[in-house]
């Protein structure tokens, strides 16, 4: 059973434009959420996070929005640089958990 | 360079051969972890190991083997695998608490080891 969802497997977009990563979660009890991103044979790299008491985490040119009601978070990176060409996946866990859930990824692919 | 490291980097095997993946931590973490990662499919847990002691198994088929002889180390065992078992293999650490993520914790993986079952 998938608790995270990322609908969106890849996205192109042209470079100083925005990204805008989609995630959606079925497990309320969820309340920490994680951002990784991984290049091609490299392990995934913590990329930013936001925990269930905030709306909204920005750290540089990435920008995590946590929608608690719809179950839904998203990254925005802006803007996007063509070294943002990877793959990010969403996870998340809840208060007595001891991993992470992961969605699939979503390729993003920064045309010059 | 996250401090988790993984060897090797490629592997080929073929299904009667037994081979063992090798991950070491460096960061001083008591959670070590074991991730799958197929093409197109979310990061699957397969291992966690919490000061040392296994806490879960994630459904995994016996032809997998885990062993983690100290918090820095941690090996899985494979034998007798099957094709669909290629994929790549993520070994992962974490501080951790005792037995749950601690708040606003992240885990740290290493460059993975990809596997390839003929």
């Known amino acids: 059973d998938q608790q995270v969802k990322q609908n969106s497997p890849s996205l192109s977009v042209q470079e100083g434009r925005i990204s805008i990563l989609n995630c959606d979660y079925t497990?309320?009890?969820?309340?920490?959420f994680l951002w990784y991103k991984k290049y091609p044979a490299e392990g995934p790299t913590f990329l930013i996070s936001i925990s269930s008491i905030k709306d909204k985490n920005e750290d540089g040119r990435f920008t995590v929005f946590l929608n608690k009601s719809a179950k839904h978070l998203s990254l925005h990176i802006v803007p996007s640089q063509p070294g943002d060409s990877a793959v990010y996946f969403c996870?998340?866990?809840?208060?007595?958990?001891?991993?992470?859930?992961f969605g699939a990824g979503t390729t993003v692919t920064v045309r010059a | 360079e996250t401090g988790v490291t993984q060897t090797p980097r490629h592997l080929v095997m073929g299904m009667t051969n037994k081979k063992s993946l090798k991950c070491e931590q460096h960061l001083g973490h008591n959670a070590m972890y074991w991730y799958k990662q197929s093409a197109k499919k979310p990061l699957e847990l397969m291992f966690v190991?919490?000061?040392?002691?296994?806490?879960e198994n994630n459904s995994v088929p016996s032809r997998f083997s885990p062993e983690c002889p100290n918090s820095s180390h941690l090996f899985l065992h494979l034998h007798t695998l099957q094709p669909e078992d290629s994929a790549l293999y993520l070994c992962?650490?974490?501080?951790?608490?005792?037995?749950?993520?601690?708040?606003?914790?992240?885990?740290?993986f290493g460059s993975g080891t990809q596997l390839s079952v003929l």
């Open positions: 497990n309320s009890m969820f309340d920490y």
């Open positions: 992962a650490s974490s501080q951790a608490g005792q037995g749950a993520l601690k708040t606003n914790e992240k885990l740290f």
């Open positions: 190991y919490n000061f040392k002691e296994q806490t």
């Open positions: 996870a998340a866990s809840g208060p007595n958990d001891y991993k992470l859930s």
